[in-house]
């Protein structure tokens, strides 16, 4: 029904910056909230950053200041820009998106599978 596909992870120095980007396929009428998600060895999943469809955006506060949220519904793609990257980021990124599937006209929610971003010198 609906993909999401990422990319961009990738290995970078502590200080460094990337940008990860995610975009949905498949059989949309619309998307509302989108998001990003990591999860770090041994630990839960948690939510790092998330933006409604009017652009509202919530931060993880480890990554206040240094992650930034975006999305062009255009091309049904969220994207997500790293800086000052710290070791402590080194997890696979997930993206999650609600989607409104054009068939039934239901809300789901859709997963990536998933991009792994190492931070180390």
């Known amino acids: 029904q609906v993909q999401l596909v990422e990319s961009g992870g990738g290995l970078v120095q502590p200080g460094g910056s990337l940008k990860l980007d995610c975009a949905a396929a498949g059989s949309i009428f619309s998307i509302n909230d989108m998001g990003w998600y990591r999860q770090a060895p041994g630990k839960q999943r948690e939510l790092v950053a998330e933006i409604t469809r009017s652009s509202s955006t919530n931060y993880e506060d480890s990554v206040k200041g240094r992650f930034t949220i975006s999305r062009d519904d255009a091309k049904n793609t969220v994207y997500l820009q790293m800086n000052s990257l710290k070791p402590e980021d080194t997890a696979v990124y997930y993206c999650?998106?609600?989607?409104?599937?054009?068939?039934?006209?239901?809300?789901?929610?859709?997963w990536g599978q998933g991009t792994l971003v190492t931070v180390s010198s």
């Open positions: 999650h998106a609600v989607v409104v599937v054009k068939d039934n006209n239901r809300m789901r929610g859709f």
